[in-house]
């Protein structure tokens, strides 16, 4: 039942971003995005190193002095699978320019939900394979590591469900229709987490690669997408405000609780 919960987790935040097209008015306040994003973008990249990356070192204690190996090899190919991703799929927030093969047949709304929805994957992928280190019982990560980097994703995913529903009502679409649009935009992540669970018997043996993977899926994320976004004019500090307590509380909680 806590692990059912804890891959629902970022779907739940989706479900909530979109559902701020029945309570507001317009779109949401750019501090409150920022503040939001920055935070996220913190507790991710700290589970990347301590959910996701000393595990996986870890794991690889019996390689001795190249232990690094499962490690390195999952970040740059996680890193590398989501920048062919954004090869072949629009970009979030380059719609507007148009400049992407796609965008010439496809509505700006339209390119929003393909490229939420379709970045959703790794992500849900990436809480299907902490999950699987916590039933592993090798990886050394707890329950609470798991949750954590779940509940940063779904923090992440609340925005992301708003600039979803919020420009189709924008665009005269009802609210209901537009709030399961924006919810449908999440829902491929507790598939795709619940997908690596089944299969978790039979990745177990390449478990530190996949947990390295799953970490250079999010390294990429924060740093291509989330930074950029939450410091984006008008300047602030806010957004790195909320980055810097994100990643206390993560580190805390992974130290505390591991």
Not at 55 to 62: K, Q, S
Not at 129 to 151: E, H, N, Q, R, Y
Not at 173 to 182: I, P, T
Not at 210 to 226: D, I, S
């Amino acid at each position: 039942m806590n692990i059912f919960f804890g891959i629902m987790i970022p779907f739940i935040g989706t479900t909530a971003g979109a559902a701020c097209v029945f309570f507001m008015m317009g779109q949401m306040r750019t501090n409150v995005q920022k503040a939001l994003l920055g935070f996220a973008s913190g507790v991710m990249m700290a589970a990347s190193v301590w959910s996701l990356l000393i595990p996986a070192i870890n794991m690889a204690e019996w390689m001795k002095d190249f232990a690094f190996i499962p490690a390195a090899v999952g970040l740059l190919a996680g890193i590398g699978a989501m920048l062919l991703l954004d090869r072949l799929v629009p970009e979030i927030y380059v719609k507007e320019e148009h400049n992407h093969p796609v965008g010439r047949s496809m509505s700006k709304t339209a390119m929003m939900i393909l490229a939420v929805t379709i970045h959703n994957i790794p992500e849900g992928m990436a809480v299907g394979v902490i999950f699987a280190g916590v039933m592993s019982g090798k990886a050394g990560i707890t329950i609470a590591d798991a949750f954590a980097l779940a509940v940063g994703i779904a923090i992440q995913n609340f925005p992301e469900g708003a600039i979803v529903s919020l420009p189709l009502k924008g665009e005269g679409v009802k609210k209901k229709r537009a709030f399961l649009l924006g919810t449908a935009s999440g829902a491929v992540e507790p598939i795709g987490a619940a997908l690596t669970l089944l299969l978790s018997a039979y990745i177990t043996p390449v478990l530190p690669y996949l947990l390295a993977f799953a970490a250079g899926a999010m390294v990429y994320v924060v740093v291509e997408e989330l930074i950029p976004e939450a410091s984006r004019e008008p300047h602030s500090h806010i957004g790195t405000v909320g980055f810097a307590a994100g990643f206390l509380i993560m580190m805390v909680l992974d130290v505390a609780l591991g």
